[in-house]
């Protein structure tokens, strides 16, 4: 029987998610009853006095911010006659609430962070993919995530764990539950047979990890691509990063999620979006350099690379999928058949 990482705390959390949904569907139930005729004779949002039609989205001060950053200042979404408005910081937990409520239009997520929204009944989708892994023979600064340890801990590849510690917890970083660091490393725990029950995870961003990391206050850190050089810098050694895991390309799988409602009441919007965002991808992966030194400025903290995104948005959605729905089954987070593709992703914005 799989001991539940999360326990009483994980479901207390999902409740209070899934009674959020039901205030917001309670809320928007008229609206949506009329969304499906209000696609029909144009999109529900309008242009500014600039002729731009803002996009809302958090502030972008971490590893995905670059394809919003390369989207504004090198013109794709001004060629589509959009604009990003960024609307402030906004914590991770509170990012798909602030999609349903509408303070923003859209996010980028893995599938098992939106997938257990989805199996409670919030109104999201997948309106196209973002991030993929990249192939062995990319750089691997490019690996949607790097672990890294101290040196005075003795530990040279993620196997040691095995060893490190024995009869006590083993303190690894996440930004929260039910995301990539927790699926990825759990993935790696289990390809070298550690017990997941020997990890506890400690949230915190990656901006923190690095320092926790350096101090001794954690034993192993997870970071995405613009802290690899911070760890670096810091002393800090990696022992493996996402290639390790098996996965290949979706060990960085994420999508563009948006409400079900917004798009339906925006379609050509939200066509216009995943268009520019395509091309904003491509350049990023094309132009890895000058897209290091957009997201450097715009964090403000060094950045070696970037996440590798895909060039297409039209993927093998149920094969990528499914390793992400197996985690949440395994964990114990969604029910067997709550999930599949179709509830997860559309292709309509796209075709």
């Not at 928007?28 to 144009?42: E, I, L, P, R, V």
């Not at 309008?46 to 731009?52: A, C, E, S, V, Y």
Request: hydrophobic residues 35%; aromatic residues 10%.
């Amino acid at each position: 029987m799989i001991k539940k990482r999360f326990n009483k705390k994980f479901v207390l959390i999902l409740i209070s998610l899934m009674c959020l949904v039901s205030m917001v569907a309670i809320g928007c139930g008229k609206q949506s009853s009329t969304a499906s005729a209000s696609s029909g004779g144009g999109d529900d949002l309008k242009p500014d006095k600039d002729g731009l039609i803002p996009i809302k989205t958090w502030s972008r001060t971490d590893c995905g911010s670059t394809t919003w950053v390369v989207a504004d200042q090198k013109g794709f979404f001004k060629k589509y006659g959009l604009k990003v408005k960024y609307t402030g910081e906004t914590q991770p937990a509170q990012q798909i609430p602030s999609i349903l409520n509408g303070n923003n239009d859209i996010g980028d997520f893995h599938p098992n962070t939106y997938g257990v929204a989805v199996a409670g009944g919030a109104n999201l989708i997948g309106i196209g993919a973002k991030g993929v892994d990249p192939t062995p023979d990319v750089d691997p600064k490019y690996r949607h995530m790097w672990w890294f340890v101290n040196p005075k801990s003795g530990i040279k590849s993620f196997k040691d764990l095995a060893n490190y510690k024995k009869g006590q917890k083993i303190k690894i970083t996440t930004g929260a539950a039910n995301i990539c660091t927790d699926f990825l490393g759990n993935t790696l725990a289990d390809k070298y047979g550690i017990p997941r029950d020997r990890f506890e995870w400690v949230t915190m961003p990656d901006s923190q990890a690095i320092q926790s990391l350096t101090q001794g206050l954690v034993d192993i850190s997870a970071v995405h691509p613009p802290y690899y050089t911070g760890m670096e810098k810091s002393g800090n050694e990696k022992i493996a990063d996402t290639l390790d895991t098996g996965l290949g390309a979706t060990a960085g799988l994420t999508y563009w999620v948006v409400d079900t409602n917004w798009a339906k009441k925006n379609p050509e919007t939200t066509r216009k979006f995943l268009k520019a965002m395509l091309e904003a991808q491509i350049w990023s992966d094309d132009n890895p350099k000058e897209a290091a030194d957009l997201t450097a400025k715009h964090i403000g903290q060094p950045v070696s690379g970037n996440h590798y995104y895909s060039k297409t948005l039209k993927i093998d959605n149920e094969k990528y999928l499914k390793p992400w729905i197996d985690e949440l089954v395994k964990n114990g987070s969604v029910p067997k058949g709550k999930l599949d593709a179709s509830k997860l992703v559309t292709d309509i914005y796209y075709k």
